[in-house]
């Protein structure tokens, strides 16, 4: 079966740095996507890796290792702002979308 | 308008009732996407349209049709609702299957 798995919680300080892991088996790899969604909203596009290494934009950089199936989002300089659950997709052999449950990331001041 | 509009944003509905949840995208974008979205699980992809006048079906489509007239319009109808399709609907599209996709601000329905 597929399988997208994700820490459920994760809590950082303001101004800190923080990782959240994704790890998956899919049928087929075509792609993974980190979307952000705040509470009560859509999710929003964050970032897209094909080809391993690290991807960076701005505070968030995102890291994909095809061997492994593992990819992380790295978050720096944490805004109070950037509370919200992350979400990590695989597209697979279909082009479809596999998503993980999120992880619900917590700032404290 | 501009990307794409759901309606209604909320709708409490009884078992058994029919109903179409509605969204639209002024984007041209070729692929449309519905999901829903339950606590703790992941979205769940219900169906799809590649292109105009196609459909497909994705990981929970039972219960669920969906039709695609044109390039901007892709409804949702649930023809005999039940308790279990309480969830968060959202809409998505993109302009190919290959790109990032772009999600509606999402349908809150609850069944009883």
């Known amino acids: 079966g597929q399988n997208i798995d994700q820490p459920t919680e994760m809590t950082a300080t303001e101004g800190a740095i923080v990782q959240i892991n994704c790890t998956y088996q899919t049928s087929g790899f075509n792609g993974l996507f980190w979307y952000q969604q705040h509470a009560g909203e859509a999710p929003t596009f964050l970032s897209y890796?094909?080809l391993d290494g690290l991807e960076e934009k701005g505070r968030f950089s995102s890291f994909l290792s095809r061997s492994k199936g593992y990819s992380y989002l790295l978050l720096k300089e944490l805004q109070m702002k950037d509370s919200a659950s992350y979400l990590c997709?695989?597209?697979?052999?279909?082009?479809?979308?596999?998503w993980g449950a999120g992880t619900k990331l917590i700032i404290k001041p | 308008i501009a990307g794409i509009t759901q309606a209604p944003t909320s709708q409490i509905l009884a078992a058994g009732r029919r109903m179409t949840l509605r969204c639209t995208q002024d984007?041209?974008?070729?692929?449309m996407y519905w999901y829903r979205q339950d606590l703790g699980l992941g979205l769940r992809l219900i169906h799809y349209s590649n292109t105009a006048g196609t459909t497909g079906k994705g990981e929970v489509p039972d219960g669920y049709s969906v039709s695609r007239a044109n390039t901007d319009d892709f409804p949702l109808t649930l023809a005999s609702a039940v308790p279990s399709q309480t969830s968060v609907y959202f809409c998505?599209?993109?302009?190919?299957?290959?790109?990032?996709?772009?999600f509606g601000p999402g349908t809150r329905l609850t069944v009883l």
């Open positions: 890796n094909v």
């Open positions: 998505a599209s993109s302009d190919s299957s290959e790109n990032e996709q772009f």
């Open positions: 997709a695989v597209r697979d052999s279909n082009y479809q979308l596999i």
């Open positions: 984007m041209r974008h070729n692929a």
